[in-house]
């Protein structure tokens, strides 16, 4: 919901698109008073951090009077020995949602578009209006990205095209023949955005999260999170991979000690400790696939993801709807993601959690169903 703001004539007026921003509301984190608490609504890992990442924020902790590198050239470094990457063409950001407001505000002027996918994360919309740009959505197909329809919305004003692949919250995927494609009908003035989030956890063969795409071309970036499979999501600390041309405009304009060192430390540290990584993916893969074909046995259609969620959709009925079984979950302590906002009413997301939280949620869910279908 929009909120209207009234000032008076002689007060700062923001640009106009500022107004136009509906405020990214995160997904429920609290669970009624006396009961527990099982969060499936923000697609972190039940792993959580690499005891590695957290012996290095509390050393880092110790020294919390210093500055940290402004160039986080340790967190960069080891993200580059952990891809094959060269540093240099490597920008950390305060998650990756800073990194994608930062593109925004480099390449965008008022009248220039930015392009994304109709189900696609709320923060690409957010970042063109604050920068001035206008906002265009391409349609998708069964809920994944249509190559055909973004490049038929492509116009000589699009700036920036922003695909997040795998999709949150759809859980789909392009596959790398498909992203290859999309690259290859834009213009060389378009700077195509590949937000990988999510692509530790994706075992297709036939995905790519899209190293090899940037590092043969002038006009695509990757965009990275720490947020997720390596569970350093209130640490904030996203990365980018992209050509020396655009990596120097974003060290430009970003603030210039825009990661903490504690949060340099316990990054370098994750990303290092593979054995953490291999266990958390492990866990999802199994999961995935249990939360899956559990929810599908209730009755309930569950669009196929490679990520770690699900998105299941609720009939459009009173009683059966996904409010209504938000709302009965979420009494019993088990918070899913309403995704409303997303264009998507109809439907809750539910992270892959722990082996306790996945069989609690599919029990409640079954309480739900069971009980609608009686009444």
Known sequence: MTVSVRRADHAPRP?????????????????????????????????????????????????????PDGSATLL??????????????????AGSDELLSMLAYAYLEPGDEGLFTEHGFLV????????????????????????????????????LVYIANPNNPTGTYLPFDEVKRL????????????????????????????????????????????????????LRIGWLYGPQDVVDVLNRIRGPFNLSGPAIAAGAAAIADRAHV??????????LAELA????????????????????????????SAADADAFLTARGVILRAVGAYGLPNCLRMSVGTEESNRLALAALGEFVGGRARG
């Open 124 to 159: 690409y919309k957010i970042a063109i209006l604050a920068a001035g740009g206008t906002p265009v959505v391409a349609p998708e197909t069964n809920l994944t990205a249509d190559v055909d329809a973004i490049l038929s919305r492509v116009t000589d004003r699009t700036r």
């Open 278 to 287: 291999d266990a958390a993916v492990d866990h999802n893969a199994r999961w």
């Open 76 to 93: 960069r470094e080891a993200i580059a020995r952990a891809n094959g990457l060269d540093a240099a063409r490597i920008v950390c950001g």
């Open 183 to 234: 690259h290859a009908g834009l213009p060389k003035s378009t700077l195509l955005v590949l937000d990988a989030a999510y692509s530790e956890y994706v075992r297709a063969n036939d995905y790519a999260a899209g190293i090899e795409l940037v590092a043969g071309s002038d006009n695509v970036v990757m965009t990275r999170t720490f947020s997720k499979v390596f569970g350093l999501a209130s």
């Open 15 to 67: 640009r106009q698109g500022a107004l136009a921003i509906e405020a990214y509301v995160p997904g429920k984190s609290k669970a009624p008073a006396g009961v527990r608490l099982h969060k499936l609504s923000s697609n972190e890992t039940p792993l959580g951090p690499s005891p590695k990442a957290v012996e290095a924020f509390q050393a880092a902790a110790a020294k919390l009077e210093v500055y």
């Open 293 to 320: 074909e559990g929810v599908r046995a209730l009755g309930l259609e569950v669009t196929p993801s490679v990520a770690n969620f699900i998105l299941i959709h609720f009939p459009d009925e009173p009683g059966r």
